[in-house]
């Protein structure tokens, strides 16, 4: 089993930045892929942003790319995600997950946090 805790959620006003973080605890997390997911009110979970066990390899969703940046910390056995230049369509509760395998789908992972919430103001 592997235990996800998300942290570092608010309320920001658009053009803002705020850093979550995804502490782990459980088998070894340094054999997973970690990825970030969001659900805004009314609508699906979507992808954002994964990075695979070995940090070599990351994927964001378009309407993250250039403004979002994930990175995870083996000795600190946590996954971040960096949201700069954020606007109020990225207001939603943000998911970490974790897997073996590496993608974009929410399907694939089977550890799951519980959430945290980031508003952001027009």
């Known amino acids: 089993q592997v235990q996800l805790v998300e942290s570092g959620g608010g309320l920001v006003q658009a053009g803002g930045s705020l850093r979550l973080s995804c502490a782990a605890s459980g088998r070894p997390f340094s054999r997973y892929a970690m990825g970030w997911f969001r659900q805004a009110p009314g609508k699906e979970r979507e992808f954002v942003a994964v990075i695979d066990w070995s940090e070599t390899r990351t994927s964001y969703a378009d309407s993250v790319k250039g403004r979002f940046t994930i990175s995870r910390d083996k000795a600190k056995n946590t996954v971040y995600l960096q949201m700069n230049s954020l606007r109020p369509e990225d207001t939603a509760v943000y998911y970490c997950?974790?897997?073996?395998?590496?993608?974009?789908?929410?399907?694939?992972?089977?550890?799951w946090g519980q959430g945290t919430q980031v508003t952001v103001s027009s």
């Open positions: 997950a974790a897997d073996f395998r590496w993608s974009t789908r929410l399907t694939n992972y089977a550890y």
